[in-house]
């Protein structure tokens, strides 16, 4: 099945989504065709404080500074949105509505769990967004596509790598990613060999045919982990290669909103060097 409906997820407090991210993802709506629609917030900050402390130093007029600050960085990013999309004639739609931050989560996951796929855009250090990255992958149900705001990005799917240990959520990851599979100028799959064999009994012939019958050309290479982590060893190899995109499955759960997440997965959000499909 095609990604004909995406959705942008934009962040207007404290800091606005960069408009390079929201130049990218409008970019890569183009590339797969697809209509996508916006989603940001008007942070709404309650008064954590009674009457006196708001004599004492005024909370509800830095609240109210605050709250104008984030409705002015939602106004903007939309105005670059829809400027983006109609510049590139991309199908569209800008969805702006108040919320506080800890209902945010759990409002970009229901309009994620009604769209193909969702694109993230996240910081080079870890913010608020990581924990609305973490909701939407673990609890959506659907593929993330992460863009990472200190890259200057040009969507394209020229060079594509997946990530494959023959686990389920690698599976899955490669499931969900076969439309984008099929747009690639060329697929790599890689196998990061940390000293202890996959658990399987098929093998990477039998990969390599799936894919095949999918109309997929694809490489297969296993590289070591050395002393790096896996997720160290997949950016390395992703970033000496060229790819425009790394596939991989997202291991973890949640649980009560305490994230556990693997650590190829939690090390590559932490630092995204370069688009990062994820499938839970």
């Known amino acids: 099945m095609a990604f004909k409906d995406l959705l942008l997820s934009l962040t207007s407090y404290p800091e606005p989504t960069a408009v ?4 990218a993802a409008v ?3 183009a590339l797969l065709e697809a209509r996508i629609t916006a989603v940001a917030f008007e942070i709404e900050i309650p008064m954590p404080l009674g009457f006196y402390a708001d004599a004492l130093v005024d909370l509800s007029g830095l609240i109210a500074v605050e709250r104008e600050k984030s409705v002015r960085h939602a106004r903007d990013l939309m105005t670059a949105f829809e400027g983006e999309a109609r510049r590139r004639g991309v199908p569209h739609e800008a969805l702006v509505s108040p919320a506080n931050t800890a209902r945010t989560p759990a409002l970009i996951r229901d309009h994620a769990r009604l769209r193909d796929l969702t694109i993230l855009p996240l910081g080079p250090t870890p913010d608020y967004r990581n924990v609305v990255a973490e909701t939407v992958i673990f609890e959506a149900g659907r593929p993330v596509l992460v ?3 200190a890259a200057a990005l040009t969507p394209a799917l020229d060079r594509v790598m997946v990530a494959w240990d023959f686990g389920r959520p690698a599976a899955r990851a490669l499931g969900d ?3 984008l599979l099929a747009r690639a100028g060329r697929v790599a799959v890689v196998h990061v060999d940390t000293g202890t064999p996959p658990e399987t009994t098929r093998t990477r012939d039998d990969l390599m045919r799936h894919l095949d019958r999918h109309g997929i050309a694809a490489t297969f290479e296993t590289i070591e982990a050395g002393d790096r982590t896996v997720g160290a060893a997949l950016a390395d190899h992703a970033v000496d290669a060229g790819a425009d995109l790394l596939v991989m499955g997202a291991y973890g759960h949640s649980r009560l909103r ?6 190829a997965t939690k090390s590559l959000l ?8 994820l499938s839970h």
């Open 258 to 263: 305490d994230f556990v997440v693997g650590g």
């Open 27 to 29: 970019g890569y709506a």
């Open 20 to 23: 390079s991210a929201v130049e």
């Open 177 to 179: 990613a076969l439309p």
């Open 147 to 149: 863009l990472p705001e």
């Open 270 to 277: 932490a630092a995204p060097p370069l688009p990062l499909f």
